[in-house]
Every structure is written in C-alpha cells, then in structure tokens.
C-alpha cells in the first residue's frame, strides 16, 4: 500500500502502459482511417473500426482546507491539503454504422495531508494512485431506437469498484425530442483500514463492501433553431459499508471543540437513498456567436442531505478559431443527520451512525471558471485540433478552497 | 420538487407543437451547444464535485474516482 514499496511501483509501472496502449490502439486505427480515404468510392461502404475523436487533458489539482474528521493538524481540525495529478484518455471510435464506442480513462496521482495515524504504517490516505476505465457503447437498432451499455472498473491501492448498465433512447418528432431511460450498478469492494486488534489492518484478508442500483429518466426537446431544453429524473439506492475507513470523529470535546479526550472512527447506516430532479437549458445567440447555458439540479436523500445547485455558462466566440468559455456554479446542501464535531458520552453507541466529514456538512460552494479554446485546423473541417487551457476555482463556505488547472488537447479523425 | 416537475410537464407539453427541420438545426449541432461540451472537462468537474459534496448520484459511474471517498 505504501508509495515506496516495490508493489506500488510496479502498480505505477501498469499503469504507465495505459496511455501507450492507448496510443497504439488510435494510431493503429488512425493509419487504418487514412488507408480507407485513398479510395473514397470504397469508403462511403465500407463497414469497419474507426477511431473518430481522441482527447487528451492533464488535470492539476491544489486543495486547501481544514475538517474535523481529519487527524492531520494542526488543530482538531484537521488538514485537508491534497493534490492530485490527473492525465485523462478519451477515444470515441466506431465499429460499424451502427455501433460506436467511448472509452474513457482517468488516473489520478493523490499526495494529501495525512488524515490518520494509520499512514505511519500504510499510507492509505497520505499517497493514493488510482485509475478508472470506462466504456460506453451505443447500438442503433432503427433510425429512431438506441440501445446504449456502460461498463468499467475503478482500482484503488485499497479499493475496487466494478459498474454496468444498460439504456435505452428514442427520438420522436423527426428527432426534435428525445426520451431515455437507464438502469446501472456497481459494486465496491475495499480493505477496512482502521483501529483493529494489533494495528490498523484487519484481520486476514477481510474486505467490505457496498453496492448500488440506480435508475434515470430523461427528455429532451427542441424548443426553435437556437434553443433545447433537457429535464431528467434520478434515483440511486445504495447498500453496504458507507464509511471511509480514516474519517473519524472527535469524542468528549470542551464546548468550542479545541480539546477533546479522544476520537471514534465515523459510523454510517447501511442503506442510502438518493433522489435527484434536473433540468438545462442551452440557447445559442446568432447575432453574437455566443451560446448560454443554464441547468439547476435538486437532490435529496434520507439522511435528510437537501441539495440545489445552479450552474450558468457562457460561450462567446472571439475568432473564428477561438472562443471563451466562463462559468458560475453554486450548490448548497444541508448537512446529514447524524453530523457532529463533538460526540457526547450518551451518542457513543457503537452502532449509532456518527461522521464529522466537512463534506457531508451543511455549505454554500461557490465555482467559477473560464476557458479558452484555439481551433487549430477550421473548424467542420476533417482531421480537426483543438487545444485548450482553463482554470477554475472552488470554494466552500466550511473551509475548503481547491484551484484547478488543465490543459486539453482534441483531435477529430 | 413538485413545481418543477410540473414546469418539466408544461414545457414538454407546449413544446410538443414545435417542429425544426433538421436543415434548420445548424446552430443547434455548434460545438458549444451540445449536451457535453467537452466529455473529460465534464467529468474531472464531476469527480471534483462527487468527492467533496453529499448530493451525488444519478450517474453511472464508480463510487471513487481518486479517494473512493463517496458515501
């Protein structure tokens, strides 16, 4: 588990084979792309695998902030320093006419402030590499009829997840609405680091586990030639162990929590339910190039989380070959039920659920960002660069700041 | 909750009468106005919110993404 031993470097050593891989698989199919357009008669028929788009973007993440569930200091609450490294793949590619497929791979590369005592031993929380592979693929059964299947896997040095679903799309009105459903699944598996007899890993080769089920609904339509509006439903049932093992919890605190005789790991129920109403709204401005969009979102849950969060974006095209990109976005949410900074000697109940997670508090966050995006070739045009840079920075009302900067580069075969 | 449902329901019903030819549907295929601008910018502004906020889900995707941290 711990950075420096051999296990994570050949971990890292894998992982460094993915965007290779990758780069063999596009170039392969970008070379077979350019065979086919040396005889456009036998290309407009031929049935085969085509890489179409590729992106690259490469992520920097600097968090600042400080949280009661993290031991790391210097106070009771805790550091939440972190920074991440996240190079990211994207390759839409088509199989046949009517079959197509996105693959999408994020690692993240995580150093933090150590929010536990465990990290002299494990490093669980202190360093953290992690990558996700996931797959979309959409089948066009009639002219109007989608099938779409997701599938994918997310590896942790601690911790395994592996999801799949399935969806379902129809156009109606000659394309101008759009009606889908889905369903999808995952599973979770993870090692129980904690306060166990002996040291902080658990007994043999014990694991825990979650699972969730989710379901949504969505429409879209076609308001006149500059507008569309989309409104969707969904809902997420989860089961399992919900905790994180290090988050803990401080217990027996003087009324202002700066002393406390010690802290208990946080408790969470073993079933959550999700609910979520969302909406946007997209209108582009011919007369100026630019393009608005407006979405809100609505979540509750039945640990009593109530969550609105409204986010406004702005394009404007400055060239013909460049636009920029601004965007707003604010969430509020209460916090959940069973939230404290100071367990007290009656709420020691070790079933009782309990977390000090600033996460799961009650905050306004606020973001904002721009974004500038250079068209390297004309735009419309085959084999198409684009490049771009943003920054965007977010802010919570409890004492959390993250800066994020990024710089992409895409390419349309 | 129930009054944005209802909103929904309203702008499906009236917007049920309106009909854009696909010819006159250039503005809608511009880059900035489709459902995902960018998919990896979409998705490392989703992962910075699913690991630092209590309203997630709805999506089809890992618990973790970096931390493993989502309840």
Redesign the interface.
């Known amino acids: 588990m711990a950075a420096p031993t051999k296990t994570a470097r050949r971990r890292r050593g894998r992982w460094a084979l993915v965007p290779v891989c990758l780069v063999l698989f596009c170039g392969d199919a970008h070379s077979g792309a350019d065979d086919s357009s040396e005889d456009p008669a036998r290309d407009s028929t031929k049935e085969g695998w085509k890489v179409e788009e590729a ?1 690259v ?1 490469f ?1 920097y ?1 600097d968090q600042k902030g400080f949280g009661y569930q993290s031991q790391a200091g210097p106070g009771l609450a805790g550091s939440e320093r972190l920074r ?1 490294y ?1 190079p ?1 793949f ?1 390759v839409r590619a088509r199989q046949n006419s009517k079959v197509e497929h ?1 693959v ?1 791979v ?1 690692v ?1 590369i ?1 150093t933090s402030a150590s929010t536990d005592a465990i990290d002299a031993m494990t490093s669980a929380s202190l360093h ?1 590499e ?1 990558v ?1 592979l ?1 797959i979309d693929t959409r089948v066009q059964t009639t002219d109007d009829d989608t099938l779409k299947f ?1 599938y ?3 590896i ?1 040095e ?2 395994r ?5 399935f969806g379902y799309t129809r156009d109606l ?5 759009t009606f889908s459903v ?1 369903v ?1 699944g ?1 599973f ?1 598996a ?1 090692k129980p680091y904690g306060p166990w007899p002996g040291g902080v890993f658990p007994p043999g080769n014990r694991r825990d586990f ?1 699972g ?1 089920l ?1 379901g ?1 609904a969505e ?8 507008t ?5 439903y ?3 049932w ?1 089961k399992g162990e ?3 093992p290090w988050n803990s919890v401080p217990v027996l605190c003087n009324s202002d929590v700066t002393q406390c005789l010690g802290r208990v790991q946080e408790k ?1 129920p073993r079933t ?1 339910l ?1 609910q ?5 709204l ?1 209108h ?1 401005i ?1 007369r100026t190039k630019s ?1 608005v ?1 407006v979405s ?6 039945d ?1 009593d ?1 109530r ?1 609105h ?1 409204l986010l406004g974006e702005v ?1 404007q095209y400055v060239t013909e070959r460049a ?1 920029i ?1 601004a965007h707003y976005r604010a ?1 509020h ?1 209460t ?2 039920n069973f939230w404290t900074t100071n367990l007290g000697l009656l709420e020691l109940d070790p079933n009782r659920p309990r977390t000090s997670d600033s ?2 508090a009650q905050f306004w ?1 606020h973001e904002w960002g721009v ?1 500038v995006l250079f068209h390297i070739t004309q ?1 419309g045009r085959a084999h198409q660069h684009d490049i ?1 840079v ?1 920054f ?1 920075r ?1 802010t ?1 009302t409890n004492n ?1 700041s ?1 800066n ?1 900067g ?1 710089i ?1 580069y ?1 390419y349309n075969f | ?1 129930r009054g ?2 209802l ?2 329901a309203a ?2 019903l009236w ?2 009468c ?5 010819y ?5 295929s ?4 489709q ?1 995902v ?5 979409t ?3 989703n ?3 699913r ?19 989502t ?1």
């Open positions: 992106h973007r992520n993440y991440v996240e990211m994207y996105t999408t994020p993240d995580i953290n992690a996700t996931h997701a994918g896997g997310h942790e601690w911790y997840s592996i999801f799949g679903g009105a000659q394309d101008n609405a889905r999808d995952s979770d993870f979650r969730s989710g949504n429409v879209s339509q076609i308001l006149n030639p500059t569309w509006v989309k409104a969707g969904g809902i997420t989860r919900l905790l994180t969470f959550r999700r979520t109403v969302s909406g946007l997209a582009y011919p393009t969009r809100y979102r609505f979540y509750t849950d640990f989380v969550a969060t394009y636009y990109g969430h949410q916090a959940v996460d799961l966050a974004k735009p771009d943003y965007n977010y919570r959390l993250v994020v990024s992409g895409g | 909750m944005l449902f909103i929904c702008v499906i917007s049920g309106v009909r854009v030819a696909a006159e549907r250039g503005y809608l511009q880059m900035t106005m459902p601008v960018d998919p990896l910018e998705r490392a502004a992962q910075l919110h690991a630092r906020e209590a309203a997630v889900g709805g999506v089809w995707s890992p618990a973790g993404g970096g931390c493993g941290c309840n």
